[in-house]
């Protein structure tokens, strides 16, 4: 059974940095992608990260050029360096491996909350 385990949210001001950890256990996790994904109060869960297996990198639009997803299997962490912080990062923060179609294929952790704001 995979356990996923977020951490490193917190409150920060507009402009702010924060950087998320993500342990995964219970799985080979070199073998498989992993991304992150964020919730804002009343919306769907999005993905705005992806990291391949071999480390090939992805991102929605809205993290584009701010955020950066890296990995290291040694310790079976994804992180995600969050720069330039905006209010309507505001969320939810998740990580999970995604599916061809972008959705999580496993259970999901508790998830670390996000707060931009000042």
């Known amino acids: 059974q995979v356990q996923l385990v977020e951490s490193g949210g917190g409150l920060v001001q507009p402009g702010g940095s924060l950087r998320l950890s993500c342990v995964a256990s219970g799985v080979i996790f070199s073998l498989n992608d992993m991304g992150w994904y964020r919730q804002a109060p009343g919306k769907q869960r999005e993905l705005a990260a992806h990291?391949?297996?071999?480390?090939?990198?992805n991102y929605a639009e809205f993290v584009k050029g701010r955020f950066t997803i890296s990995r290291d299997n040694a310790k079976h962490t994804v992180y995600l360096q969050m720069n330039s912080l905006k209010p309507e990062d505001t969320a939810v923060y998740y990580c999970?491996?995604?599916?061809?179609?972008?959705?999580?294929?496993?259970?999901w952790g508790q998830g670390t909350q996000v707060t931009v704001s000042s």
């Open positions: 990291i391949t297996a071999v480390g090939s990198t």
């Open positions: 999970n491996s995604p599916s061809r179609e972008g959705v999580g294929r496993w259970d």
